[in-house]
Structure formats: C-alpha cells, structure tokens
C-alpha cells in the first residue's frame, strides 16, 4: 500500500508510504483519498492526521510521472488536496524531513498543520521550469503573507520549518512540535475534533499594502535574474493572482500556467538535468549497498591552483586536511591563497568569521610523508608530468596506511599507469576536479582497470558530502570531458581559417548560452595548455587536422590574461576582452598562406559545429563505455563546461533537435573542403541510434 490507514482512539491516522520521499504519484493520490473516505465514513473517527513514512513526509509530485497519462489520472493532486479540504472531520498535516512541492500544497489543503523542528519546506517547482500546480500560488502567499511566499515560490530554495514559524501572522504552522511529532499532532486532533467551521488557507485573504508597485518591481527583479527561464515569471504572476482574484479563479489561472510551462523545452531541460544528475551517483555493477570506507583524514599533494581549491572542499565539510609540498615557500603560498579566498567570502557576508577561523584550524601543512601516512585519502595535485607522478605515488604507497585511498587529480595522464607506480592499484582512482575547484560542481571519478568497487563508491559518497556532482568516466585521453572539448575547440579553430573572428563564434557561442565563448575561455584558462597538448598529439597522430591559428597565436606569446594578451587585447588589471588587431591581421595572413578567402558563416552553423562536435565525440565515448549513459555527458557539460541549463547538455539538446536532423547537418559540413570530412564521420551509435528512429535518452 502506498498509503496506510489506522485509526487510534478516535483518530485516523493515514500515512504516505511511497518511499524513497512518499512522491505523489497515482498510486499515492488514490490510497490517501480512499483513506479520506474512510475517515469520513468511519463513525468512531472525529479528526485525521495525515503524515509519511521514512525520511520525508512528501517530496512533492512525482516527477516521474510528467509527461505521462498517470500524471493527470484521477484523482489527480489538486482532486486529492480537494478531498482532503472537503473533509467534514478536521484534517492535521504532522510534517517532518522534507515538505516539498506537491507535498507542500498538500498540507496547506489539510485544516491544521503541525511541523517538526528542522523540516525543510519549499516550493521547488520552479527548479523545474515549473509553478506549483496544486494551488500552492494561491495558499501560500495567503498562508504564510505574500512577500515571504513569492521569494519562496520565485526561488525554489527550502527553508527552515522553524524560520517559517517566526514570520508574523504567518498560518501556515499552527505549531512547531517541541517533542514527539505524532504525538502532538494526535493531540491538536483532538483538540480540535469538535470544532467547527473547519479553517481553510482558501478562505484567507492574501494581502498586500501596495500591491501594483510591489509585483512590478518584483517583476523587474525576476525578469532580470532569469532571462532564459520563462518560469520564474510566471510564478510571479500566478502569485499576483492570489492577490488580485478570488481563489477559484486564480487557482484556474495558476493550472493554465502550470500546462503550458509543462511543454516548454526549458522545463524538459530541468527535469532531464534533475534525474541526470541522480542517474550519474550510480553506478551499474557497483550496487547501492557496497560498503564504503571511512574517510575521516585527508591529505592533499601540491599546493598549487588545483591543491589549494581541493583542500578547501574537504575544509568546507569539516574534514581535516593536511598539505604536503616539497618547499615550505610553496605551502605559505597556498595557505596564503585558501586564506585569501576565505577573507574575501567573509568580506562578502558569504562565511561568518567564526566559520572561516573553524575551517582553518582543519589545515595543517608538511613537507614529509612520514606525517599523511594515516590519512584515509590522499588527492595527489602535483605538476602534470608522468616522471613526477611516478615519485608522488611510489612514496605513497611507501607511507600510506592499509586501505587509503590515493586520488590522482591528474587531467590527461594514464590513471592505469599511475596505478601501476603502487603494489596496490585497487585503491587508485582519479579524482579530477576543475578550477576553481573550491567552486566548480564537476568531479570527474576516473575509474582505472583496478579500481575497487568500494573505493568507488566511496569517492562517490564523498563527492555527494563535498557537495560536487560526480560522473564516472572510463580511463582515456581527456577523460569525458576534455576529450569532447578537444574536437569542440578544433572546429572553433577551422571557423577561424574559414572567415570567423574570435569574437564572432564566441559571440554565437554565448548567445546559445555557453557561459563563455571558446576564444575567451582559452585566454581564461591560458592558450599554451593547449598548445602543449596539442604539439604532444602532432607526435602521437601526425595524420589528424587542426587549424594553425592557435599556434601561431602561442608563438606570438600571447596566452591569454595572464600574459596580458591573447585572443583578445586586454588593459592592465582588466579582464574585458577587446578585439585584436594584431590577432586580425595574423588570421588575414594565416588564411592569404592557406589561399582562403574569408567567407561570412552564420551564428546557426557556428554553434552547431561547435555543440555537434561535442555531441559526436560524446557518441564515441558511450559505444567505448568510457561513459556510462548520455546523461552523465550532460551533467560534465552542464556542471563543468559552462553549457546552458536551459538546453539540458549537448545530448539532451541533440535529442530535442532530433538526431536525424543532427547527422543530416553533419553530412553537409563534410561536404565543406575547408572543414574534415573524416570529423563528422557520425559515431557508429550515432549512426545506429538514426537508422533505428532512436534518440540517446
Ligand atoms: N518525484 C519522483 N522521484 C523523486 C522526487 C519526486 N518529487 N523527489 C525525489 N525523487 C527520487 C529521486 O529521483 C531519487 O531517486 P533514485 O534513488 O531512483 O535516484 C530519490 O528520490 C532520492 O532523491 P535524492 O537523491 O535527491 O535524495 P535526497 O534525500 O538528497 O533529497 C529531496 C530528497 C529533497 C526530496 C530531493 O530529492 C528533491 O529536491 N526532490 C525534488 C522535489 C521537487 O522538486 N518537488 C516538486 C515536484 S513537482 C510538484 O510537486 C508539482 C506540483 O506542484 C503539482
Ligand atoms: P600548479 O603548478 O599550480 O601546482 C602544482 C603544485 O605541485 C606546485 O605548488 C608544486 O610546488 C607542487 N609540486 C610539484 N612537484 C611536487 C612533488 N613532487 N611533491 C609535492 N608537491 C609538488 O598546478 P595545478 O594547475 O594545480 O595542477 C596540478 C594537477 O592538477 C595537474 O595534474 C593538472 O593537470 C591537474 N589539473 C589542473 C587543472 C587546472 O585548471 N589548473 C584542472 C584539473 C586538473
């Protein structure tokens, strides 16, 4: 049963019992209205207490149902909420853990409503590409006040039961349970039994003092802060109906927006990016129940750009952390930096100082081994060359206890090699966070042939507590991520030899939504990176084509910011990127050497080089089993590289455009003799996936 009645004394009590969070699917909505019916029905009960069993009382809808027939079947939620609302007997909601969306808009329907200390509260939908659909516009501004509501409801974001509670002439709490939740919600039950009209939130009025001066400012704010989700605003002005309507009709109102945001391809992005992310924390023959290991102590190696943002994760989780360097002026320099970095979150009123000071007391730094041997993990983040590597990991597995387990960070080195440095390879894994890595969500979990399974899931335990999305990938060349970015920045450069300036395909590139343009990333992350990478793969594969430009670009010196000039001219101090003459007057030479006129080329193909390339690669990396399924690509995409959200990542972008259309574009860029024909080669599952009307989802 997904719901379960029993009745106590004169008390029904029906709980929602749909584990995981008691998500409001079909199955649910029936059992807990049958169960309404038999309260009503059964003369020995005068009140009901509806609760959830486990660890929330409801996670809202299920998500997995949209799109499906069993979304709207009856009773659907607001028929559910209805039934709850029309109940003769008083109806006491008991909240505990998590009261989410539909969740949420269920308890606001119940006549009383009693919380546990701690509960996370929100309405989410917005998460989604959605608005709460089950009258949550209407009930909470008149529930809780109209302000506090729309910030809720605009936002998404969960607040504390308890801070809730403190809002004055809030009602959306009767009480804030101070003992055993049942308890005293049994007891407010039956408090209340006889009483009589039933409170309705319905029946409040959902004030504001300056209504039309209030919603438009808000608007200006909402519009401004989410251009490319039309849901936010929407949310807005179903808000603006419970002001402004009577609750039926802004309940009506609030059901129009909620189908039509339910189409939008920005909802389908969100929804797809929300089962991504937790599809990628599993992996397929590493099951749930897998013992992990304690990790309790952590060591970082090299206290450079990546050492000093990974030490802060762990700081930021409350796990010691200690640095080893091999020069004490290297270790003062990093902790000079993790601290610089904290001062300035304390300055912006992002971390109280008593966090900071407790996080920095978690650092200690050393320059011997001698002193990490009983860390549980060792991150290794030392310069990216095999021979160093090599030194690093046969001194850690020299000193470290039984059972560490020792990371490499490394971005394009052999993980099974560095494995093979130790006697003990099932306890190698690579760790590859992406900088800033106090900031950035992606972690790479780079699974080596060895590998053992705990210490996989382990890492991926870990990566959850540190607050980073973890996606597997399989040991290659760039890994998931850098290795599809590779065939991306290729095609930016042949755009280049064709005709485009660097600001013309960033500028396409960014109004896709990338968050940067390829051009102004490499200055960013420094174009003799990839210089290096690229004069070590004209050695390995002499036969595949790149464009000149960016190594003449390099032999200019210009690297980018930090060499004050790259793609782009930048001023002292300055980091707006200003177009080039001296870059303009190298392409014009550069494409006069190859006999190119420059031609104009569209922003539509620009980006579709650009994502297609991606999307091609990442077909390749899924047929290898590099990747595991083509919503991890998205999450490295959406978590790592900057990709829209809105599109969902390049393989759920690729879907929505279709991916016969995606090959037939393909096959026209090989036909380009400027372009490679053997690039857009489509991937054999690319291919297959065509042939069989399929699409990677
Ligand atoms: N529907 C279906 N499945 C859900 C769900 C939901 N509303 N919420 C969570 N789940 C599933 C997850 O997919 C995951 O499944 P899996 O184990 O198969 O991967 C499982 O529950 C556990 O989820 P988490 O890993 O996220 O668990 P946490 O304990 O970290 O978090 C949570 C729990 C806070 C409830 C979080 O899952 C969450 O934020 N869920 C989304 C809540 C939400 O958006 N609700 C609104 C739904 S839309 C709605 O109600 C429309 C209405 O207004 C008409
Ligand atoms: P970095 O040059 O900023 O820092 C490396 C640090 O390692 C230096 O402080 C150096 O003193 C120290 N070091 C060198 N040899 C050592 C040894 N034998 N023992 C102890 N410390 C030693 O380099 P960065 O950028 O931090 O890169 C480190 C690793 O992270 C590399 O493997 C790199 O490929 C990888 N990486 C870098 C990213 C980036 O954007 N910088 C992104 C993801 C991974």
Request: aromatic residues 6%.
């Amino acid at each position: 049963m997904t719901a379960t009645y029993e009745v106590r004394g004169h008390i029904a009590v029906i709980t929602l019992s749909n584990p995981p969070v008691n998500g409001l699917g079909f199955a649910t909505r029936k059992a807990a209205a049958a169960a309404i019916g038999q309260a009503e029905s059964d003369a020995q009960v005068q009140a009901v207490v509806i609760t959830g069993a486990g660890k929330a009382f409801s996670g809202g809808a299920d998500i997995k149902e949209f799109g499906s027939p069993l979304a709207m079947a009856a009773p659907n939620l607001l028929d559910l909420i209805g039934v709850v609302e029309a109940c003769s007997k008083p109806v006491v909601a008991a909240i505990h853990s998590v009261c989410m969306g539909g969740g949420l808009e269920l308890a606001l329907g119940c006549h009383y409503r009693v919380v546990a200390p701690g509960t996370k509260v929100a309405l989410p939908e917005v998460k989604l590409g959605l608005l709460p659909g089950a009258g949550g516009t209407q009930r909470l501004p008149r529930a809780l006040g109209v302000e506090p509501a729309l910030n809720m409801i605009v936002s998404g974001e969960p607040v504390n039961a308890e801070l809730l509670a403190q809002v004055p002439g809030q009602k959306l709490f009767d009480r804030v349970a101070s003992g055993d939740l049942m308890e005293e919600a049994l007891a407010l039950a039956a408090e209340v039994a006889q009483v009589r009209p039933l409170p309705r939130v319905r029946d409040l009025k959902a004030r504001h003092a300056n209504p039309e001066a209030y919603f438009q400012f808000a608007r200006n704010m909402v519009g401004g802060m989410s251009k490319n989700f039309p849901a936010p605003l929407r949310c807005l002005e179903a808000v603006a109906a419970a002001v402004s309507k009577p609750f039926d009709e802004g309940i009506k109102a609030e059901r129009e927006g909620f189908a039509a945001l339910m189409m939008t391809p920005e909802s389908k992005a969100l929804r797809h990016a929300f089962f991504a992310e937790r599809a990628a924390s599993k992996i397929a023959d590493v099951p749930e129940s897998t013992p992990t290991r304690t990790i309790a102590k952590v060591a970082v190696i090299g206290a450079g750009t990546m050492g000093g943002g990974i030490s802060m994760n762990f700081l930021n989780a409350g796990i010691p952390v200690t640095i080893l360097e091999t020069k004490q002026e290297a270790l003062d320099r990093g902790v000079a930096t993790i601290k610089k970095n904290y001062e300035a979150q304390v300055k912006k009123g992002k971390l109280k100082e008593d966090k900071y000071q407790q996080r920095m007391a978690l650092l200690s730094t050393t320059l011997s081994y001698a002193e990490i041997g009983d860390a549980d993990l060792v991150i290794e983040a030392v310069f990216e060359e095999i021979g160093v590597k090599e030194s690093v990991f046969k001194q850690l597995d020299a000193v470290m206890k039984p059972g560490a387990i020792l990371a490499s960070n490394t971005s394009t080195l052999d993980v099974n090699k560095i494995a093979s440095f130790t006697q003990r390879p099932q306890d190698v894994v690579g760790m590859h966070f992406f900088s800033p890595a106090n900031v950035m969500k992606l972690l790479e979990v780079v699974r080596g042939a060895h590998t053992a399974k705990d210490v996989l899931a382990t890492v991926m335990a870990l990566a959850k507590k540190i607050r980073k999305t973890a996606v597997v990938s399989g040991v290659c060349d760039g890994f998931i991520g850098n290795r599809m970015i590779e065939q991306y920045s290729r095609q930016a450069g042949f755009l280049l030899d064709e005709g485009c300036s660097p600001a013309q395909v960033d500028r396409a590139a960014e109004k896709f939504g990338f968050a940067m343009g390829p051009f102004r990333m490499g200055d960013l992350a420094g174009n003799d990176i990839g210089w290096a990478i690229r004069k070590r793969r004209y050695q390995e594969k002499p036969n595949l084509r790149y464009s000149k430009s960016a190594d003449l670009l390099c032999e200019l010196g210009r690297y980018g910011q930090k060499t004050g000039a790259g793609w782009y001219d930048y001023a002292p101090g300055k980091r707006d990127a200003l177009p080039s003459a001296v870059v303009a007057e190298m392409l014009d030479k550069h494409r006069a050497a190859l006999g190119i006129t420059p031609r104009q080329i569209s922003d539509e193909e620009i980006v579709h080089r650009l994502v297609y390339a991606l999307v091609n690669e990442a077909a390749h990396l899924l047929e290898e089993g590099i990747a595991q399924r083509a919503s991890d690509v998205d999450m490295v995409y959406l978590t790592g590289y900057g990709f829209p959200l809105w599109r969902g990542g390049p393989m759920c972008y690729a879907d929505t455009v279709g991916l016969f259309n995606v090959v037939q574009t393909m096959q026209r860029f090989a036909k380009n003799p400027l372009d490679d024909a053997e690039f857009w080669q489509p991937a054999p599952l690319l291919a297959r996936l065509v042939a069989e009307g399929k699409s990677f989802s």
